[in-house]
């Protein structure tokens, strides 16, 4: 636990239709990267392709090049069973990293979950 009471990380799944949504709130680094793997490798088993994983990263204060890369392994995977990651993300400091590695076009980054959900 942090000094001000806050968690390092968290994250909760929930199924909305066929969609899994995995909100994530936190930092995503080294030491809780093996958390969002565990709980994003159980998003992807649980949902049924066609329908995709929502990953809101909307409460991360802290992005990390480990977590870049779990993102780009779990899209990966989604992609192979025929499915989809599709990623929230509206801060700082989630776009920022993203942005500077151009990866928003090919993590298919959304602003809201609300525009996540809405049909392609």
Known sequence: MLPNGQVPFRSTR??????????VAGEI????????S????????EVAPPASVV????????????GIGLLLDHQDLCLRRGSALVIVANT???LRPLQALELMSVLGVRSS?????APA
């Open 14 to 23: 929930e199924r909305l239709g066929d969609t899994v949504l995995v909100r």
């Open 29 to 36: 680094d080294v030491s809780t990267a093996q958390n969002l």
């Open 38 to 45: 565990d709980c994003l490798g159980e998003a992807v088993r």
């Open 55 to 66: 990953l809101d990263l909307s409460g991360v204060r802290f992005l990390g090049a480990q």
């Open 92 to 94: 700082a400091a989630v």
């Open 113 to 117: 979950v609300l525009e996540a959900m």
